[in-house]
């Protein structure tokens, strides 16, 4: 009896439905925006990484972020910052599928690039070669939201942990 593993590898038709897959995932035009895809999340996780860092640095290097209402600010300046990195995401990869002619129009471009990235879904429904982007702007979407979600995260444990300056004085004492 054959584990399904073995029967996966030694079976040619499984072998021929995963070669399809992939090509038609990533296949023809398809690969020019699977490297978009790529492209958009290695700027978002650059982009969030250094949102961090500049967190950090403001919160511990300005008066301003001394204060609970000042680290505040900067932490709502960030959520709008990370929310204009996807808007920036979503515009590229219309503008990416929108050169390739996906749709007739860039609206129908722009609001099927929201639907799938958002994971929401979409009323359009692209020609037949195209069908592989249901898979590759999700994802896309779901790592960036990912990304997006953890530097949130960590900076909210950093606003919430920041010693305040009646703290600070107590240790230098």
């Known amino acids: 009896m054959m584990n399904w593993f073995d029967r996966i590898l030694l079976d040619s038709h499984a072998l021929r439905l ?14 020019s925006v699977a490297a978009d895809v790529v492209l958009i999340l290695g700027i978002h996780a650059v982009t969030m990484f250094f949102l961090a860092l500049l967190f950090v640095k403001v919160v511990n290097s300005t008066s301003f972020g001394k204060t609970f209402a000042g680290r505040f600010m900067i932490y709502l ?61 999700p994802f896309c979407g779901l790592f960036a939201f990912s990304l997006s979600g953890s530097a949130l995260f960590t900076m909210l444990g950093y606003f919430l942990s920041a010693p305040k300056s009646s703290d600070k004085q107590k240790t230098s004492v």
Request: aromatic share 16%.
């Open 18 to 31: 995963f070669k399809l897959y992939l090509d038609s995932v990533f296949g023809g035009s398809l690969s």
């Open 77 to 137: 300046s960030v959520i709008l910052a990370v929310l204009s990195s996807h808007f920036v995401d979503i515009v590229f990869l219309s503008v990416s599928l929108d050169s390739l002619n996906v749709f007739p129009d860039s609206m129908s471009t722009f609001y099927y690039v929201v639907g799938l990235y958002t994971t929401v879904g979409s009323n359009y429904n692209p020609a037949l070669e195209w069908q592989g982007l249901a898979v590759i702007i």
